[in-house]
């Protein structure tokens, strides 16, 4: 079967560094993404982890670690614009190389 | 211009009705994806193709059919629309062998809303 967990809600202050865990069960695994969505908006992709280790992009940052079917998004020096749901999405193997969506994180971003 | 274009973008409908969204993209992408999204549910997939002829079901498509009509263009249907089915439709697209395997580009969006 599949699983998906993550944090409904996150709130940090500007300037701060947050984290957003993921934990997932999927057949198949293939890798992990992350995205972002602001209020009313259109999903965008922020970051792929297809091995085990830490991806940077800027100041955000994904890792994986296959091995706990974990998870998580590090976004740094947080502004108020970084306030938006975010989704971590298991990807299974195969042609189809589908890409589940858990509920998401709502990041609350405070002055 | 947006690369991926859908219509209507808000829809107010009526129980019964018929209804189409459709959706085009200039990305060149072989794979078209429909998403669901309800509030505090996510993005569930309805349906995905991999070329014209190719068309499978995603997790929810009970309600829904689709049409791939061109390689640009991928058309969702609801034959008699719902209460239940008001939701916000995002299509996307993806290529995974020229880009990174976990990166779908969304639509903006179309939001339908049934009375």
């Known amino acids: 079967g599949q699983s998906l967990e993550q944090p409904s809600e996150v709130t940090a202050v500007e300037g701060a560094i947050v984290q957003i865990n993921c934990t997932y069960q999927t057949s198949g695994f293939y890798g992990l993404s992350w995205y972002q969505q602001h209020d009313g908006g259109a999903p965008t992709f922020l970051s792929y982890?297809?091995?085990?280790g830490l991806e940077e992009t800027g100041r955000f940052s994904s890792f994986l670690s296959r091995s706990d079917s974990y998870g998580y998004l590090l976004l740094q020096e947080l502004q108020m614009k970084d306030s938006a749901s975010y989704f971590c999405a298991p990807i299974s193997s195969g042609s189809a190389r589908q890409l589940t969506f858990g509920s998401g994180t709502q990041l609350t971003v405070l002055p | 211009d947006a690369d991926v274009t859908q219509t209507p973008r808000n829809r107010i409908t009526k129980t019964g009705k018929r209804i189409m969204l459709e959706c085009s993209q200039t990305?060149?992408?072989?794979?078209m994806y429909w998403y669901r999204q309800d509030p505090g549910l996510g993005l569930r997939l309805i349906y995905y193709s991999f070329d014209v002829k190719d068309i499978n079901k995603g997790e929810i498509s009970d309600g829904y059919s689709v049409s791939r009509q061109a390689q640009a263009k991928f058309s969702l249907s609801l034959e008699s629309a719902i209460p239940n089915q008001t939701a916000l439709y995002f299509c996307a697209t993806s290529a995974p062998t020229s880009g990174s395997p976990g990166e779908l580009f969304f639509g903006e969006g179309s939001r339908l809303t049934v009375l």
């Open positions: 990305k060149g992408h072989d794979r």
């Open positions: 982890n297809g091995l085990d």
